[in-house]
């Protein structure tokens, strides 16, 4: 890519609904006339502001869609909870012990992350210029602390039982206190998955995962009841093993879904859905490097795009304007871009001053 014409747009955080198919909800220049002539009839009759009081609201409508999501499944996780710790002390069972603190820790984690996304309201300043999302990253950090501490205690008590065998009263309520577990863990798991993935919340999928695994410990336990009512004495301490080790397959889920995003990892599918639509742009000759990134649950991009070199800065910037409005409606849960506007061939690489620099790296592989 040669030549530049040094023309950026930033943030403009067009909030609209989802991108069709077709592309017909595209701006200004992009697609057919008749797909123009439709947007901007939409326009008309449903019209948008770019003012940051409207760049706000949608920030603010997921962050109450995932606190809503924690507190219900708080809610439904702590009557789990209270009710094992009941039948736990009647029983004695380490099993169902192990699965009672792991629910309590799973409801607990709603805190943290509950914190982070009122965090992630507050608006940029001059020294968090990007704002509070990252929070969520650290709530996920302290999620998968959570999840292998669950662990640790689950396969002490377990050993501990092993080496000192008691036997279990209340076989009954046991069983239904895994059953209850377990139903109240698995529609949390759907409910928090759901709209982690829904708001883009990578730490709210893990708290999801976690909840599941949850759910399947809590089967566990009622298998451990089972061996227990047929004499084998073991079977509840060998169960708590068990669950030890389900915990820690989901805290390698986990752990890799917040490492991700802690990397600035993006599914590749979205880098190709951008560079799409940036193709689709009438006027856009080329395309450069495509940088995506998380902060917090809304995706942010770096682009540049090759235009005309006899092109003048006015029509350059309604170019860029366009592949950022392109960019917003075609990646889910985009919120801004910064477009780059390069032109072609014209005499001297007018990057040649920052080669040594290296900022002007290639196209990402």
């Known amino acids: 890519m040669e030549g530049n014409q040094h023309v950026h747009t930033h943030g403009h955080h067009h909030e609209h609904g989802p991108a069709r198919p077709d592309g017909e909800h595209r701006h200004g220049s992009t697609g057919s006339r008749p797909n123009r002539l439709r947007h901007r ?7 948008h502001s770019h003012e940051a009081a409207d760049k706000i609201d949608p920030a603010l409508e997921t962050s109450r869609e995932g606190m809503r999501t924690l507190w219900i499944s708080l809610a439904v996780l702590g009557v789990a909870t209270v009710v094992q710790a009941v039948i736990v002390a009647l029983s004695g069972s380490v099993a169902l012990l192990g699965d009672t603190v792991h629910n309590a820790a799973d409801a607990l984690t709603a805190i943290p992350l509950g914190t982070a996304f009122l965090l992630g309201r507050r608006p940029p300043n001059r020294r968090y210029t990007y704002g509070y ?17 669950s662990a640790v205690l689950a396969a002490w008590v377990a050993v501990d039982r092993l080496l000192d065998p008691r036997d279990i009263t209340h076989l009954w309520a046991v069983s239904a206190a895994a059953l209850t577990g377990f139903a109240g863990n698995e529609w949390v798991a759907r409910y928090r998955i759901r709209t ?3 708001i883009g919340s990578a ?19 009622l298998l451990g009841s089972g061996g227990a009512a047929l004499g084998w004495r073991a079977a509840d301490p060998v169960v708590g093993l068990l669950i030890t080790v389900a915990i820690l397959f989901v805290l390698k889920d986990a752990a ?23 193709r689709a742009v009438e006027g856009v000759r080329d395309i450069g490097p495509v940088r995506m990134r998380w902060i917090g649950h809304a995706l942010r991009a770096e682009v540049d795009i090759v235009v005309d070199a006899r092109l003048t800065v006015v029509r350059a910037h309604e170019l860029a304007v366009a592949a950022e409005h392109a960019l917003i409606h075609a990646v889910p849960r985009l919120t801004a871009a910064t477009v ?21 790296p290639g196209a990402v592989s």
């Open 196 to 198: 982690g993935k829904k």
């Open 340 to 360: 780059h506007a390069d032109h072609g061939p014209a005499g001297a690489d007018p990057h040649a001053a920052l080669a040594h620099h290296g900022s002007r």
């Open 256 to 278: 890799r879904e917040v490492y991700r995003r802690l990397m600035d990892s993006v599914d590749p599918a979205l880098v190709t859905t951008a560079e799409e639509a940036l």
């Open 203 to 221: 730490a709210l999928v893990a708290d999801g995962l976690h909840a599941r695994t949850d759910g399947f410990t809590s089967l566990a336990v």
């Open 41 to 47: 009839l939409a326009h008309l009759f449903t019209p």
């Open 133 to 149: 999302g990252r929070a969520e990253d650290l709530a996920g950090i302290l999620i998968v602390a959570t999840i292998g501490a």
